[in-house]
């Protein structure tokens, strides 16, 4: 299987919740339909409204979820039934071929298909600066950062996805999309998210190591950070 992420923009006419609903339902089961093996759903809806602070812009008009499928194949003759799917019912697409890597599966609250996820996830849309090559940018992320964001926040679902190659016509540059859960209280409490309730020390060292290792293979000014909802349709493979 490989795996494809389709980042979705709706109209600025278009109501969050209902295109939230319309993602998880008539479409997912249009795509569903069409043979995905695998489909996962994220959306900025008002389940996660509170975590707006969260938020970090720098694509304009910046994406509102992504649509997660695993397929037998991501070649163009084969994905086209996919793509006609989505393009007919979002305002924008854009579509990448991903590895994924799970470095923190969600054993804690797993979804159950058809349901929102406990919490809210929070997508990451990253660009390698150009002061790194593309192994030394892997090198930081992947064997570096990976324990410090295990270690300094209370994520119960880690997802690197890298991008391979872009399957649009003029799709954003990413070199990579990230998926981390939390629990819902981190949506306005940085001590829930850094795992440091109750303990100002914790919170701080936590934050500075956060920070510090970010800032060793991310630009600031050049990431998105958009808090969703995510819903599982469909386990990959089952």
Known sequence: MEKIIYVVWRSEHANAEEFSRHLRTRLAD???????????????????????????????????????????SAIAAFRLPFDQAIEADVARMACYLVTESQPI????????????TTGFSQLAFLKRPPRLTHEAWLDVWHNRHTQVAIDTQDNFLYVQNVVVRSLTHAAPPYDAIVEECFPAAAMTNPYAFFNAIDDEEKLQRNLQAMMESCARFIDFDKIDVLPTSQYVLKTPGL
Do not use: I, Y
Not at 42 to 59: H, K, M, P, S, Y
Not at 105 to 116: K, L, M, S, V
């Open 30 to 72: 249009k795509l569903l339909s069409l043979g995905a093996r695998g489909l996962q759903v994220n959306v900025a809806d008002e389940e996660v409204r509170a975590a707006e602070g969260l938020r970090q812009t720098a694509t304009l008009p910046q994406m509102h979820g992504t649509l997660s499928l695993w397929v037998d």
């Open 105 to 116: 599966r969600n054993t804690r609250f797993p979804p159950q298909n058809g349901e929102r």
